[in-house]
């Protein structure tokens, strides 16, 4: 079937079309509804290098060079079975990423919690963060390093309140739109094309019918006519054997 045919069969059985979208309409009213909206929390946490570094009179923020490896651990850690599945465990409904900021040129680490729950959110959004200065010291307290040469955390921002993403529910319900428009048109394509066959096929099986009828009227018209040359032939025998007197007997 080309593109011509099909929009002729959606020409001829409109009515398919408009049933199989407002069947689509109805499956993506319901799945608007049943696609949750997604909650999003961030927190951003800075690495700053030990006072050692910047003294006591000093900036740390001038002093960040070099903590881009720290940052790279330190997630590592965070993403590591011993802290993550117990963060998990707490709400298993919420997915959260930990990982460098690519926004940021500086030691700068992203958190992004997202779930359905909002509360849920912005409770594992801050379990991570709680997380992450005992883990970063943990570290380094593993490597023997001295109190004072200890590379800190600091929180950048964290979201009091979620952001609502209707990404996934608008993702669903166009995909749903897409699929039930394609579907109606194929479906009804492939109606018309039985229909279509079904009647050529009457009409091929009535123009035969009427063909074996005529032919049969032919026949019995062929039967009738040599039955009357059959029937002429006898009287014209009959009638040489058994010839009629053309005069009257005389009377005496």
Same mark, same amino acid.
């Given at each position: 079937? &080309? ?14 079309? @408009?049933?199989?979208?407002?069947? +689509? ?12 909206? *997604?909650? +999003?929390?961030?927190? &951003?946490?800075?690495?700053? /290098? ?16 070099? @903590? ?8 590592? +850690? ?5 802290? =993550?599945?117990?963060?998990? %465990? ?14 940021? !040129? ?7 919690? %997202? ?7 912005? *409770? ?8 992450? /200065? ?8 593993? $490597?023997?390093? /001295?109190? &004072? ?13 979620? *952001?609502?993403?209707? #990404?996934?529910? $608008? ?13 109606? @048109?194929?479906? +009804? ?8 066959? =079904? ?18 009227? =032919?026949?019995? *018209?062929?039967? =009738?006519?040599?039955?009357? !040359? ?6 014209? #025998? &009959?009638?040489?054997?058994? /010839?009629?007197?053309?005069?009257? !007997?005389?009377?005496?």
């Amino acid at each position: 079937m &080309n593109l011509r045919d099909l929009l002729r069969g959606v020409a001829r059985r409109w009515y398919v079309v @408009l049933a199989g979208l407002l069947v +689509t309409g109805a499956a993506c009213a319901g799945l608007y509804a049943a696609v949750p909206l *997604e909650n +999003t929390a961030s927190a &951003n946490v800075i690495l700053l /290098p030990p006072q050692t570094v910047y003294g006591e009179d000093g900036n740390p923020f001038l002093y960040l060079g070099g @903590l881009s490896q720290a940052v790279d651990v330190l997630s590592r +850690t965070l993403n590591a079975e011993d802290i =993550r599945g117990v963060i998990e %465990k707490e709400n298993p409904d919420v997915d959260f990423e930990i990982g460098a900021d690519s926004s940021s !040129t500086g030691p700068v680490i992203l958190i992004t919690a %997202k779930g359905a729950d909002a509360s849920a959110a912005i *409770e594992t959004m801050y379990d991570v963060l709680d997380a992450t /200065p005992g883990a970063l010291e943990s570290i380094q307290v593993g $490597l023997s390093v /001295p109190p &004072n040469s200890l590379i800190t955390v600091e929180t950048l921002a964290a979201d009091s309140e979620v *952001e609502v993403d209707p #990404k996934n529910r $608008l993702q669903a319900v166009i995909a749903a739109a897409a699929a039930g428009f394609v579907a109606s @048109l194929l479906l +009804t394509g492939f109606i018309d094309a039985r229909l279509v066959s =079904r009647a050529a096929r009457r009409a091929g099986d009535a123009e035969i019918e009427a063909a074996a009828k005529a032919e049969a009227e =032919r026949e019995a *018209e062929r039967a =009738r006519e040599t039955d009357r !040359t059959r029937e002429d032939a006898v009287l014209v #025998k &009959n009638e040489s054997t058994h /010839p009629r007197s053309s005069a009257l !007997t005389p009377l005496r």
